[in-house]
């Protein structure tokens, strides 16, 4: 089993930035694929942001390339999400999510994920 905690709850104004942290602990071998994913309320899930365990280019929604960075640090088990330049349309819940699967490009689908943090809350405020 895989334990996610998210951390980095936060509120901010628009135009600012905030860094989440997720750190993954329990038996971590074999994770291919670390993501982000949001859900806002009244809407399904999305993914934000996926990077491969192994390195390779991330991948990003359209809604926010350019803005969202995702980032690992394998000597602590952590994936970072850096959002800058966040709009009120960024608010959500933020979840981390860790997948065994393998594919050929990194999927940001959570059925592809095997295992969840709880979320943390990220308010933008006009």
């Known amino acids: 089993q895989m334990q996610l905690v998210e951390s980095g709850v936060g509120s901010v104004q628009a135009g600012g930035s905030l860094r989440l942290s997720c750190a993954a602990s329990g038996y971590t071998v074999n994770t291919n694929f670390m993501g982000w994913f949001r859900q806002a309320p009244g809407k399904e899930r999305e993914g934000v942001a996926g990077?491969?365990?192994?390195?390779?280019?991330?991948r990003y929604a359209d809604s926010v390339k350019g803005r969202f960075t995702i980032s690992q640090d394998k000597a602590k088990n952590t994936v970072y999400l850096q959002m800058d330049s966040l709009k009120p349309d960024d608010t959500a819940i933020y979840y981390c999510?860790?997948?065994?699967?393998?594919?050929?490009?990194?999927?940001?689908?959570?059925?592809?994920?095997?295992?969840w943090g709880q979320g943390t809350q990220v308010t933008v405020s006009s």
């Open positions: 990077i491969r365990t192994g390195g390779g280019i991330p």
């Open positions: 999510a860790a997948s065994r699967g393998w594919r050929s490009t990194v999927p940001l689908v959570e059925n592809i994920y095997d295992y």
